[in-house]
C-alpha cells in the first residue's frame, strides 16, 4: 500500500454532519499535511501538524496525529456543500523537497 | 489566486506534436515540482528543482522534458507523448529552509489529452 493512504476512499454526507477522514502512512515522518482539491483544480493546503503535535484545529478543521499507530485523522466540523472536494494527506519525512500524498478521500455534502 | 499560475488550462495533442505546459510562480519560493495526477491514483511526482537544480526525476520517461530557467519559472516540454499520458499535470512550489516544514503551493493544473 502506499504511503499515506486515506479512508474512506469516498463519503457522502448532509450539510451540518461532521466528516471524519483517515490517513494511515508507513514512515516516520516530519510532518503531515492535509490539502484539498476541488473538481479538476490544484490542490491547496489546508493544515500542517507537526510529529511532535497530537491534535491541532483551525478554523472548523481539526486534525489527530498518532505516530504511534502511523495515523491522522481530519475532522471537518457542521460540513457546508462548499466542502465538497477531495482530500489528500502528505507526508514530509523532513529530507526536504519531497511530499508523499495519498490516493484521497472523496467528500460530497449534499444540501 | 494561489500565486503559481498554468498555462494553457486545457491541451489536446496528437502524439506526433510538440507541445510545452508553463509554470510561474509569484510567491518568491525556491523549489517547483511537476505532477502528474490519473484517475485513481495517488499524485505522482515527476519532477523537482531547487534553486533552479533539478534534485529529482523519478524515473519520468524521456517524452517529458523539464527546464527551469529561473527559481519563478518551470516549464515541461511534451514530444512524442502515448494516450496514457493523458492527465492532470500540476506545477507546485514552495520555500525550502533547512528543518522546515515543506507547504506547497499548487496551480490550477493542465488538463492533457492525448489522441
Known amino acids: 500500500s502506499q504511503q499515506g493512504e486515506e479512508d474512506p476512499q469516498a463519503l457522502s454526507i448532509q450539510e451540518g454532519e461532521n466528516a471524519t477522514m483517515n490517513c494511515s502512512y508507513k514512515t516516520s515522518i516530519n510532518n503531515l499535511q492535509w490539502y484539498r482539491q476541488n473538481s479538476g483544480r490544484g490542490l491547496v493546503h489546508l493544515i500542517l501538524?507537526?510529529?511532535?503535535?497530537r491534535e491541532k484545529h483551525s478554523g472548523r478543521l481539526r486534525v489527530t496525529l498518532d505516530t504511534s499507530k502511523k495515523s491522522s485523522s481530519l475532522l471537518i466540523t457542521a460540513s457546508r456543500a462548499a466542502d465538497t472536494a477531495s482530500y489528500f494527506c502528505a507526508t514530509d519525512t523532513g529530507g526536504g523537497n519531497k511530499l508523499t500524498f495519498g490516493t484521497g478521500t472523496q467528500l460530497k455534502v449534499e444540501l | 489566486e494561489t500565486g503559481v499560475t498554468q498555462t494553457p488550462r486545457h491541451l489536446v495533442m496528437g502524439m506526433t506534436n510538440k507541445k510545452s505546459l508553463k509554470c510561474e510562480q509569484h510567491?518568491?519560493?525556491?523549489?517547483m515540482y511537476w505532477y502528474k495526477q490519473s484517475a485513481k491514483k495517488p499524485l505522482e511526482l515527476m519532477f523537482v528543482?531547487?534553486?533552479?537544480?533539478?534534485?529529482e526525476n523519478n524515473s519520468v520517461p524521456s517524452r517529458f522534458s523539464p527546464e527551469c530557467p529561473n527559481s519563478s519559472h518551470l516549464f515541461l516540454h511534451l514530444h512524442t507523448l502515448q494516450p496514457e499520458d493523458s492527465a492532470l499535470y500540476l506545477c507546485?512550489?514552495?520555500?525550502?529552509?533547512?528543518?522546515?516544514?515543506?507547504?506547497?503551493?499548487f496551480g490550477a493544473g493542465t488538463r492533457l489529452s492525448v489522441l
Open positions: 507546485a512550489s514552495s520555500h525550502l529552509v533547512a528543518g522546515g516544514p515543506d507547504i506547497q503551493y
Open positions: 510567491l518568491g519560493h525556491n523549489a
Open positions: 528543482y531547487n534553486f533552479k537544480e533539478q534534485t
Open positions: 501538524i507537526r510529529s511532535n503535535e
